[in-house]
């Protein structure tokens, strides 16, 4: 086939501008006009890679990455705890919040929510899940402990504060993990877990 290669400089500015922009305006909000225009390229150029502002989004999102996950330390609560304050970190670093918001918005396209799930959700949960399990594999959580209800607790903490627009305490990853762990069954131990 003919024409010019593909520049993958081009293709990295633009969705770097195309998540940016996501985050601020949603999928509704999104134009690949404005898009085009902030990275110094065309319309044209931008439809020639991504057929509409869904598809767009779409690829923006799977630029996301979280990195390995760290080997375990031995000890499953302080490695729950480590999870926890990469969650924290991850979720400032992409600007989670607002990029969840998106699929929560009613009418947002299928794809779009998927990608969301697959690339910010997801990860983040199966790590917390592999936390709670080790807890369980170690004996020091009950093994009928309602494990998705605590994924949804240590999550769910997040947004909750972030909803209330309030920041998160310095220990926040030792206190909801501390209060999670006692829930399934756990004694967190020496951890400091008051304010």
Excluded at 63 to 75: F, L, N, V, Y
Excluded at 149 to 161: K, M, P, R
Aim: aromatic fraction near 4%; charged fraction near 25%; glycine fraction near 8%.
């Amino acid at each position: 086939m003919g024409g010019r290669p593909r520049n993958a400089e081009i293709d990295r500015h633009v969705l770097e501008v195309a998540l940016r922009h996501l985050r601020t305006v949603g999928l509704r909000g999104l134009s690949v006009a404005a898009v085009a225009e902030e990275a110094g390229t065309t319309r044209a150029a931008v439809y020639r890679r991504w057929a509409d502002r869904t598809e767009l989004a779409v690829a923006a999102l799977g630029t996301i990455t979280h990195g390995p996950p760290p080997a375990s330390s031995g000890d499953p609560f302080a490695d729950l705890v480590g999870e926890l304050a990469r969650f924290r970190r991850f979720v400032v670093d992409t600007d989670a919040t607002a990029l969840v918001a998106v699929a929560l918005v009613e009418g947002t396209d299928v794809r779009v929510c998927e990608e969301i799930r697959r690339r910010l959700v997801e990860p983040r949960r199966h790590r917390l899940r592999e936390c709670l399990r080790a807890g369980v594999d170690s004996g020091a959580l009950r093994a009928q402990a309602d494990q998705a209800t605590a994924e949804d607790l240590l999550t769910g903490s997040w947004l909750a504060h972030a909803a209330r627009g309030e920041p998160l305490a310095d220990d926040w990853a030792a206190r909801t993990a501390a209060m999670v762990w006692a829930a399934c069954g756990g004694v967190p131990g020496e951890h400091e877990t008051q304010r």
